[in-house]
């Protein structure tokens, strides 16, 4: 482009340069970020993935860098990890589902209903406990389930018992851990929906039902795929609630960090993260469709 | 929206109810911090402050408090310079794989805590040792696994700012006779502050309460607090002092949720 500005108002000539390269600009915010992250994340990623196909010598746990698929082989056909397998999507998926029945009246009732100053009191009331530890939460409801813990004592005196610590106190602790990261993104989305149109379809004489159906839910679909992501995939990893709460239960996070961590078999563990992780690139294909990702 | 009274009714009472499922568990912490049995049970037998005078005391309690303040401080810091140029690079150029990219960097938060802390620790004890690089495992393994989360967390806040404003802006700055600085400084920079600040404070409260990555990424040496709850949640003795440190994170966790929202003009959209 021809310079029509006076040379003594012509900008530094670095800036210049920048300004009439972008490919440089681009180049320079790009290399630092990238550099960072396919060094530290995906690379130790895509090595964990590899170490899933070799294996380990048993006596002196030095892994052995052949080509293998025993690991795999293992995982997919011991009837134990298949059923740990799925009784983690099982859970995972429970745990989405009430998070999402549960997320949907309190956002709907603080986007909708509520006066914009009680609004901005129930945002407050849903961010806190996002902020308040994971630890602190699980710990409470491990007293709270606890033999003298107050969930017996309230049923008591009906002849009932609270589930102690069992697979349905681990999918009641991780709903109530992930809850915040359903209700958020359902609130944002339900903010952004104009009440003109729930006027609307209820002018043309659509029942609140109906209105809910095919107007609300297909505009608010990407938000509750976004929550669900977090709840999902959230739930598939966790291994820390489960072993306070869970009992006996043991969950695929478990697994995976019994053998890497807790001194088992690396490679076997790697194929295990291996499995955990394919599960949940399936499920972000899957919701990216509803446009989710651009949500998080 | 016109609702029936009815409705109205049901949607009353079905907030009241979730509102309770999460606030009471956090209540009977608050409240079990007073209790003066040794063993936490249910109704509390009377009301004593010796628990808090034993866990204000509490040095290894203290010194996890600042190492994690410590760490969350580092990975914060990385994360919004590094996270912030990625999203500049995506919101403001067009370039061959930049789809896929946006897709990736998702990756650390999409993907569960395990996965990220056991391929991190792989490298760190297993695969950089070989190559001459044992730097094993500490604070510094923390800082930098921490950074990988955080970093996403300013991303798509920033991204999410960048890609509401319109990039006009600068070009008119630029058309004006502003340097690259200049622009970046009086135009770019004032219109992400807000969510800079956001994201850091997001990513801040995030490193903060962190403990699958931490566990897996820290040697023997680190404690962070997360770490130190739970390792001394399992100590009889100790489970008294380790609900007043509850309590009190609890208590603190009010102060961000504030300053956040005097912040934000869209307080829910926090960006995780």
Redesign the interface.
Known sequence: MPAI?PAE?R??RA??F??RH?GV??GA??S???L??FV??????A??FL?AFWSQDSFTSQ?IRELTFENVEEVLTTPVYRSVTLQTIGVAATVTVLCIV??L??A???A??ARPRAR?A????????????????A???R??LSE???IN?VLEPFGLSGPGFSTVAVILVLT?LW???MI?PI??SL?RLP?SL??AS?DLGAR?GTTFRSVVLPIILPGIAAGS??TF??S?????AVS?VGGDELLL?NV??NN??GGGN?PL??AL?LV??II?MLY?LLV?RTGA?KE? | MTLSPFARVVLRVLLLLVLAFMYVPLLLVLINSFNPNQVASWPPKGFSLVWWEAALDNTGARDALIESLHVAAWATAIALVLGSMIAFAIARYQWFGRESISLLIVLPIALPGIVTGVALQNAFTRVLPEIGIDIGLGLITVIIAHTTFCLVIVFNNVVARLRRASASMEEASMDLGASSWQTFRLVTFPQVRSALLAGGMLAFGLSFDEIIVTQLAAGAGVQTLPIWIFNNLSRPNQAPVVNVVAALVILLSVIPVYFAQRLSDDPAHTGV
Request: hydrophobic content about 60%; aromatic content about 16%; charged content about 10%.
């Open positions: 500005v108002a900008p530094h800036s210049a920048l300004h972008p600009r681009l915010l790009l630092a970020p990238m960072w992250y530290m994340y995906l690379a130790a990623l090595l964990l170490t892994i549960l997320a009246p309190a709907f009732f603080a909708k209903v901005r129930l945002i407050v009331m849903f961010l806190v406990p996002l902020w308040a530890s994971y630890l602190v939460k710990y409470a409801w007293g709270l003298s813990g107050v004592w109530y809850l915040p990261y958020l609130y944002v903010d009440n729930l006027d209820g609140a992501i977090f995939s959230l598939m990893g966790d291994y820390i306070l996070g995976i960090y890497i961590a690396t563990g790697a993260a955990s992780v949940i972000l990216r990702l998080l």
